[in-house]
């Protein structure tokens, strides 16, 4: 019984000191001393809902190292509550935190704290117009919050309510751009692609598609491609998934490659020339994006379920290869796999937990 109230106390000191630290103190720690040369890169570990424990992990490609919890170990700060992207910008790393509502800033090259953005609701994902502004989706928000970088103020916003659904907005999402022109993919319970003028600000168009659209991605031809997983339930689709193709300057749709109504396609990325399409949808597929040919196996899937634990992906813009992040059972560390272009392994390393979104620095 006494041990048990020791335990307790020590408990009730942690958290009343935890507590009141704001979150940019700082602690005093000494500083790992981490190599970081120009070829990296960062995996983004969302961590569990509500527990705080999203984490960055680096890895160095050419040696094969990898560096865990770089971000805490370096500033003695937690990293917060979802980590949902990253983007890296003139030497500055910008971790999107999904549940915290802020941005964090690091030195892309030391880890080192460098300030945050605060104030938004729940973003999504960060991309820069320009070394002055940036547009940040948002789930639950009921606008595309317009920043300042340098400044780390938020200047304006983007109206995208709706009264066309229950919730009165669109969930925006992941962004590409086609000349002045921003896509964005509008996902949880949304089937619209919003198009944004850059220069005035403004949601221009809207591009209907299938239910639930969780990726957006740009080719070299300037087709748009987004695929959607249909509002996935316990007993199948709302709506039929599919990978759809869009030209960017018209806003039509070219084709539409439909999936099984019990599939549930997540994540889409292009190589480096921007040529060749990957997904996952269980396993890891591949597409030729010129050619018309239907998706093939790239990589299969050690999980017999739809919702397995394959959850991240990511294609080395230089080297082709591929990168698959396994979130395992989304509570212990996760684990990377690394294959060259030809689908042969390369590396297995572990990473945080629930690991979701890569970023290379280069």
């Not at 569990?48 to 971000?71: P, T, W």
């Not at 229950?166 to 921003?182: A, C, G, K, P």
């Not at 379920?305 to 698959?324: F, K, M, N, Q, S």
Request: glycine share 6%.
């Amino acid at each position: 019984m006494k041990r048990k109230t020791h335990i307790l106390l020590f408990l009730i000191i942690m958290i009343s000191v935890l507590s009141c630290m704001k979150d940019d103190e700082l602690w005093e720690n000494t500083k790992p001393e981490i190599n970081t040369p120009y070829k990296g890169l960062y995996v983004i570990n969302e961590g569990n809902y509500m527990y705080g424990n999203a984490s960055l992990s680096y890895y160095d490609i050419e040696s094969r190292q990898v560096h865990n919890d770089v971000f805490f170990n370096t500033n003695s700060l937690p990293l917060g509550d979802v980590a949902q992207s990253m983007v890296i910008r003139n030497g500055l790393a910008y971790v999107v935190l999904n549940n915290s509502g802020k941005i964090y800033i690091l030195d892309a090259n030391t880890f080192e704290y460098k300030g945050k953005i605060t104030g938004l609701t729940s973003p999504r994902y960060m991309h820069f117009i320009s070394d002055i502004k940036a547009y940040v989706t948002d789930l639950y928000g009921k606008s595309i919050a317009i920043v300042n970088p340098q400044s780390k103020e938020i200047t304006g916003s983007i109206d995208v309510s709706t009264s066309d659904n229950q919730f009165y907005r669109h969930s925006t999402d992941h962004m590409v751009q086609f000349e002045n022109l921003i896509f964005t993919n509008c996902w949880s319970y949304d089937n619209q692609i919003l198009v944004i003028d850059s220069d005035t600000d403004e949601v221009v168009d809207s591009i209907q598609v299938q239910e639930q659209p969780v990726a957006l991605v740009i080719d070299d031809f300037g087709k748009i491609w987004t695929i959607t997983d249909g509002g996935y339930t316990m007993n199948g689709t709302t709506s039929t998934p599919a990978l759809i193709k869009i030209d960017a300057e018209t806003r039509e749709i070219e084709r539409t490659i439909y999936f099984n109504n019990t599939d549930h396609p997540i994540e889409l990325k292009l190589n480096g020339a921007g040529d060749r399409l990957y997904f996952l949808n269980s396993d890891v597929y591949t597409m030729d994006v010129i050619t018309g040919s239907e998706p093939e196996l790239f990589v299969e899937s050690p999980y017999e379920t739809v919702i397995g634990g394959y959850y991240g992906l990511a294609v080395d813009p230089i080297t082709d290869e591929v990168y698959v992040a396994d979130a395992i059972d989304f509570v212990q560390q996760g684990v990377i796999y690394r294959y060259t272009s030809n689908a042969e392994p390369v590396d297995t390393f572990k990473v945080g937990i629930v690991p979701g979104e890569f970023c290379f620095k280069y």
